[in-house]
């Protein structure tokens, strides 16, 4: 989810920031908040590519192609 841009050289600042700021935030209030939006997207059909079961390859970690291939598809299609 984006919802902030900036240039390349700002962005490690930008991310400490706000990661300080998320740091303030009650930890039980973070973790709903997640749970809601991680079901939202389950009832939209869609199942994060972290979440699918592993398939055994020659690599024991996954490229950075194969990886970033496709970061959400639908349950339908996902392999069984």
Not at 61 to 74: H, K, N
Request: glycine share 4%; aromatic share 4%.
């Amino acid at each position: 989810m984006v919802n902030q841009i900036v240039p390349r050289e700002e962005l490690e600042a930008f991310t400490l920031k706000m990661a300080e700021k998320i740091a303030t935030k009650p930890s039980m209030g973070l973790k709903l908040a997640k749970q809601s939006v991680n079901q939202a997207v389950d009832a939209q059909g869609f199942w994060p590519a972290s979440r699918r079961p592993c398939r055994s390859s020659s690599s024991p970690t996954p490229t950075t192609s194969s990886a970033s291939a496709s970061a959400w598809i639908p349950r339908g299609s996902r392999e069984q």
